[in-house]
Nanobody, 120 residues
Framework: VQLQASGGGLVQAGGSLRLSCAASGRSISSYAVGWFRQAPGKEREFVAGISGSGYADSVKGRFTISRDNAKNTVYLQMNSLKPEDTAVYYC??????????????????WGQGTQVTVSS
């Protein structure tokens, strides 16, 4: 399966963005899909999972993950963005389980990343 992340950009604090993760090669309904992010100088961290692992505490109540099986796409709606949300965002999927986890090492396929920059 191939994943294509898009939708990043530059936004002011308090604004919104919607990221998309389009899958090809196989139906995304068969996969556990999660979003991660990596800020400069920091480790990649879990953001949200489509099933099982929920949301990171730092984004709860502001971010929403959803899936459109007809479009074979997973979305990450990000509202009330903060400068600390600035990072490269990656979507990832894992085989062998329909449940997401918070560990990047459990994922088998990764999208290329999309930059999100939130200005203060």
């Amino acid at each position: 399966v191939q994943l294509q992340a898009s939708g990043g950009g530059l936004v002011q604090a308090g604004g919104s963005l919607r990221l998309s993760c389009a899958a090809s090669g196989r139906s995304i309904s068969s996969y556990a899909v999660g979003w991660f992010r990596q800020a400069p100088g920091k480790e990649r961290e879990f953001v949200a999972g489509i099933s099982g692992s929920g949301y990171a505490d730092s984004v709860k109540g502001r971010f929403t993950i959803s899936r459109d099986n007809a479009k074979n796409t997973v979305y990450l709606q990000m509202n009330s963005l903060k400068p600390e949300d600035t990072a490269v965002y990656y979507c990832a999927s894992r085989l062998g389980s329909r449940f997401t986890t918070t560990s990047q090492y459990d994922y088998d396929y990764w999208g290329q990343g999309t930059q999100v920059t939130v200005s203060s």
